[in-house]
């Protein structure tokens, strides 16, 4: 790039005002519900659920199996857009031949997701 | 792109189609339509098997990237054609009620992989290989865990899927460390540039043992038997037929062309590793009862075989290999699709105790059976015996005694274990053989083809002539 | 970008390697010497990421940005192959009920 593209340190400034603003909110919000908020120990209290039946077995145990289909599917499509974002950065560049390749390029994945909802792998309940 | 560069990659394109043509037919139909997308995939299978074989035009696309030469025109149409038998063959084996609802999905993946393969062989830069291979490889996986309810169809496809990561790990450090050293994942950028310093022998090292992973080259054999053994039996035949002929197509291309530099050190290699991985493959050949087993080993010492006309290195050698493949498809794909029928009618029966006295009730299939054995072993009247021959000529026409005397006695050995079914079916007695049964018109069909193929391949020395005047230019 | 990559040429290209091997030794020694089937899939990604790591620091070094294209595609792959590998590894998980590769040797010479 160019001289004028040259960042100076300083020019992180910005940055760094946003990151100790974003910190500093987490840490005040934290401490301060920790000071303000009442404390109230007690046997129901501290149970996971309040929903009036009592709590039993492990935490750790098997869980629907449908969170992992979800949960691979989720990978896989989000894997996918890593290939968007150099075509989004040269969006101008490419140009309309750029366009109907990444058109392609989601027309054969939105066939996939197709074939996924046909299958019914989003389905919550097998009724 | 023109309307000719469209041509030029005209496999890829037409496998692509009819693979969403697949998609489209499982989405949009109801159940009871779905029974056609087995005969309209194996009809579409066949016209691109036979489009794939009119002229066309060769070149490159891509800046190099992508590369059609006559050579690997017919490399492809060879796989299109074992792919088209696997296909067929197991059209029956999908009709049963376990496999009524993934029917599409067996010929999806499949063609996943052929479109794969076809990218490798057409590769003309590292990205491009690497990209086909995965494609070849992971829907594979898929595959020989197909079986759901099977313990052994998941056991070999969690082997398969962590071996086939596992390679292609060490494959991509070498193909990294050829990137650093060179500069350039291009072939031809690259057969120029390579030279035999330390880096550059150790990114070669790391290359051919992933490659090794591929087609199962001894020190890196041990996932196959189980992988073959576990996996249906069609899904096997295509594993051990199509998948291996395009690892042994690329790697063969790649060794002759981008390694050309370092050609003393990789022959030097390939002649020990092709020495063992005949004598191991055979050993253990030898002791094995269950049929895929078997010829899950019989494959290895078949690569090894296969790595004769690659060390051969000559034009004489690439026309011999690629011959052999085509001589190995049809007489491997023959033995196969007998297994397969025989599993499918009585129940799972693949251990060689079985084949007791099969001559009595099924005389056509221990036929079939026979002919493809006497031609993986390499007797007289059919195929084998020319392709072996070619490979042996392409060995010692370069002067490899040594190897070439080792080869010949296992093929000495191989005739003992190639014969031990033979002698089941044929002399051995037993009380309860496998009873007669009717194989339907699918596996007829495949058989005779493989059976044709096997014959018609031997005898018209036009084919062999004819791959060897494409071979000059890679 | 030109000073970003003159900043990562600030240390020397062996750096990179030596890392390279290292991450991609203990990827490996994971596979061989693990027994866990998710393990063994994560020692995988370890030595995916380290050739990811090397290509990078080739293509900077190189100022050639074939090697960090290279990097998306196997990412991408690798994202599939841990797609399918889980889910053979749910379906093993549900016939033999372990994950243990150990318990994987009922094909066996």
Not at chain 2, 163 to 171: C, K, P, V, Y
Not at chain 2, 281 to 293: D, I, S, V, W
């Amino acid at each position: 790039m160019d001289s004028q593209n040259k960042f100076m340190p300083q020019d992180y400034i910005p940055i760094m005002i946003q990151s100790f603003i974003v910190l500093g909110f987490v840490l005040t919000t934290m401490i301060m519900t920790h000071l303000l908020g009442p404390l109230r120990k007690s046997k129901a209290k501290l149970e996971n659920f309040e929903c009036g039946i009592e709590g039993m077995g492990n935490a750790r145990s098997p869980f629907s199996v449908k969170y992992f289909l979800i949960a691979i599917l989720f990978v896989l499509f989000d894997v996918e857009v890593i290939f968007m974002y150099p075509w989004a950065v040269n969006f101008r560049d490419l140009g309309a031949n750029g366009f109907l390749d990444m058109l392609l390029f989601l027309g054969l994945l939105l066939l996939g997701f197709i074939y996924i909802v046909f299958k019914g792998a989003l389905k919550w309940d097998n009724s | 792109m023109r309307l000719e560069d469209f041509l030029l990659m005209r496999h890829e394109l037409l496998l692509t189609l009819i693979a969403i043509i697949i998609l489209i037919a499982e989405i949009f139909t109801d159940d009871f339509k779905k029974q056609g997308i087995r005969p309209l995939s194996i009809i579409l299978m066949a016209i691109v098997t036979i489009v794939g074989f009119l002229p066309a035009p060769t070149g490159t696309l891509f800046g190099g990237m992508y590369q059609a030469t006559d050579m690997r025109l017919m490399m492809k149409n060879i796989l299109n054609i074992g792919a088209l038998i696997v296909f067929i063959q197991s059209a029956s084996w999908l009709k049963s009620d376990d496999n009524q609802n993934k029917v599409s999905e067996f010929f999806l993946l499949l063609i996943s992989t052929l479109i794969g393969m076809n990218f490798m062989i057409s590769s003309g830069d590292f990205l491009m290989f690497y990209l086909g291979l995965e494609l070849a490889t992971i829907p594979i996986a898929a595959l020989a865990a197909y079986d759901r309810y099977s313990n052994k169809s998941s056991e070999a496809g969690i082997k398969l899927i962590l071996i086939s990561a596992l390679s292609s790990g060490i494959l991509l450090y070498g193909i990294s460390m050829i990137y650093g050293t060179v500069g350039s994942v291009y072939f031809d950028k690259v057969s120029v540039a390579y030279g035999a310093t330390p880096l550059q022998i150790m990114s070669f090292i790391f290359f051919f043992t992933g490659m090794a992973f591929k087609i199962s080259i001894v020190p890196f054999h041990l996932w196959t038997a189980d992988v073959y053994e576990g996996a249906p039996v069609n899904v096997t035949s295509y594993l051990s037929v199509v998948s291996k002929g395009a690892a042994v197509f690329i790697f063969s291309i790649m060794l002759v062309t981008v390694f050309q530099n370092i050609a003393a050190m990789w022959k030097d290699v390939m002649w020990i590793t092709a020495a063992i991985t005949m004598t191991l493959g055979n050993l253990f050949a030898m002791r094995q009862n269950n049929l895929k087993r078997f010829l899950a080993f019989s494959s290895i010492s078949q690569a090894g075989f296969i790595m004769l006309g690659i060390i051969g290195g000559s034009e004489l050698g690439m026309a011999a290999v690629v011959y052999y493949i085509l001589v190995y498809i049809f007489s491997n794909l023959g033995a196969f699709g007998v297994i397969a029928a025989i599993s499918n009618a009585s129940g799972g029966k693949e251990n060689m105790s079985d084949y007791d006295g099969l001559y009595k009730t099924n005389p056509a299939l221990s036929l079939t059976l026979t002919l493809a054995l006497f031609s993986l072993a390499g007797i007289p009247p059919v195929a084998g015996f020319f392709g072996k021959f070619f490979l042996f000529t392409a060995v010692a026409e370069k002067g490899y005694w040594w190897l070439l005397t080792i080869a010949v006695l296992n093929t000495i050995i191989s005739l003992y274990y190639y014969l031990l079914p033979v002698k089941a079916m044929f002399i051995n007695k037993a009380e309860t053989s496998i009873a007669y049964f009717k194989s339907d018109g699918w596996t007829k069909v495949g058989l005779i083809i493989c059976v044709a193929g096997m014959v018609i391949v031997g005898f018209a020395s036009v084919i062999f002539e004819y791959i060897r005047t494409l071979s000059f230019g890679l | 970008m030109k000073d970003m990559s003159v900043a990562l040429k600030f240390i020397p290209l062996d750096h990179y390697v030596l890392l390279c091997i290292i991450l991609f030794s203990i990827g490996v020694l994971g596979v061989l010497y693990r027994r866990n089937t998710i393990i063994i899939i994560m020692c995988i990604e370890l030595m995916l990421n380290s050739v990811n790591l090397l290509l990078t620091a080739f293509s900077v070094y190189h100022s050639d940005p074939t090697g960090q294209i290279f990097v998306f595609f196997i990412m991408v792959v690798a994202a599939a192959e841990v797609a399918v590998g889980l889910a053979i590894l749910v379906m093993m998980k549900r016939n033999i009920d372990s994950v243990d590769i150990n318990l994987l040797s009922r094909l066996k010479w």
